[in-house]
């Protein structure tokens, strides 16, 4: 992915401190993260290399995604309306590190 054209601002802006960082793997997905910084003003951190820990949220999220599309799926086949449903069914469920409120309802409050 090649990010040398300045990206485009999202239609819906978000208030600056909803994007502040970003932490990811060590993988070849962010290999252009200094770019990404310049254009974004959102700082980059990596993981180190097996330290799930250090990407809780991000962990915990992959095993809820996994319990509606197993390892391996192959996302060309799987409908975007079905995308849209999972996604809306994650975002609506309740989470224990959110006082069993919903990802949705958590966002709302921080847009306020």
């Known amino acids: 992915m090649s990010l040398s054209r300045k990206i485009e601002p999202s239609p819906l802006r978000l ?3 909803l994007k502040r960082t970003l932490t ?10 200094k770019i990404f910084t310049e254009e974004t003003d959102i700082t980059i951190y990596f993981a180190h290399p097996r330290s ?15 319990q509606y599309f197993p390892k391996n799926t192959d996302f ?10 999972v996604q809306n069914e994650l975002n609506d ?4 590190t959110l006082e069993r409120h919903t990802p949705h309802e958590k966002f709302i409050e921080l847009l306020r």
Do not use: C, F
């Open 15 to 17: 208030p600056n401190g």
């Open 76 to 85: 060309s086949k799987v409908s975007k309306n079905r995308l849209q449903e």
């Open 52 to 66: 799930p820990w250090e990407r809780g949220t991000n962990e915990n999220t992959n095993a809820l995604i996994r």
């Open 24 to 33: 990811y793997d060590q993988g070849a997905e962010m290999a252009e993260h």
């Open 93 to 96: 469920r309740p989470r224990k």
